[in-house]
């Protein structure tokens, strides 16, 4: 039976590019996005209602996964962000976080679809109780996915899960040894280099983010939501 590792993110952390560096290590068998169709209940996986269907599709998931012959199988999924690490645990899978500086997510995920009119999507929204329910109407598209970059990793330092910066073990042979370790390949000495495939234009709606054009709520957002993060995630303040 092979061992089991979820790779997770809030997206646009270099997932493809893993994927392929991870397919070139002996033993190991990784998917990226395996189920192209997966459902977009997954993204709500935190809410009580979505749990009983999350679940459901996970152990149809898992089933999958025994008809690997490597010693390591590894879906790396930023769908399965939210997924109940102990019922996946229960299933004996180990899960990680990817995580990305809030400075460079917003600009790569401001060239994408997300929290646009084009967005068809079923992503995570404030619940009542949350200040920005009340906002949300009213807020820019760029404090929108402040809020969502908080939210996400807010969650993952919260259930205190293993997670490493993106940015690092592109580049960073220790940071990948540390990350082959996790998943189950101590002492690995061959490590190739890591690819980069770059695919910030997929999907892309044509804009870019002028930080200069900004208003000064846009940057009250980013200073109180994303900015305490880049410390708490062991990013040097710039």
């Known amino acids: ?44 996986s935190q809410f009580k209602a979505y749990t009983e269907f999350t679940q459901q599709y996970l152990s149809q998931r898992d089933a999958l996964s025994e008809q690997s012959a490597e010693e ?49 999507s ?20 760029f404090q929108k996915l402040c809020w969502y970059y908080t939210q996400v990793h807010q969650y993952v330092l919260k259930e205190q899960y293993t997670y490493f910066r993106s940015e690092a073990l592109i580049k960073n042979r220790p940071v990948q040894e540390e990350f082959l370790n996790a998943i189950g390949l101590e002492h690995q000495t061959e490590i190739p280099d890591f690819p980069h495939l770059n695919q910030s234009n997929s ?7 002028d930080w200069s054009a ?13 900015k305490p993060l880049i410390v708490k995630l062991g990013y040097e303040l710039s």
Not at 5 to 20: E, F, N
Not at 203 to 209: A, F, I, K, S, Y
Request: include cysteine.
């Open 1 to 44: 039976m092979s061992k089991k590792v979820l790779i997770t993110s809030i997206g646009r952390t270099a997932t493809l590019s893993l994927t392929q560096w991870l397919n070139q290590i002996s033993g190991v068998q990784a998917y990226h996005e395996r189920g192209k169709e997966d459902p977009f209940f997954l993204y709500l």
């Open 214 to 226: 900004l208003t000064s709520n846009d940057l009250e957002t980013y200073e109180e939501l994303c």
């Open 122 to 141: 079923f992503q995570k929204l404030p619940e009542p109780n949350d200040d920005m329910y009340k906002q949300w109407k009213e807020s820019s598209r």
């Open 72 to 120: 390591i199988y590894v879906e790396v999924n930023p769908y399965f962000r939210f997924a109940d690490r102990d019922f996946l645990k229960d299933l004996g899978w180990i899960k990680l976080f990817l995580v990305r500086h809030p400075r460079t997510y917003l600009e790569s995920v401001y060239r994408r679809k997300l929290f646009t009119t084009a967005d068809t």
């Open 203 to 209: 999907g892309m709606r044509g804009e870019t983010l």
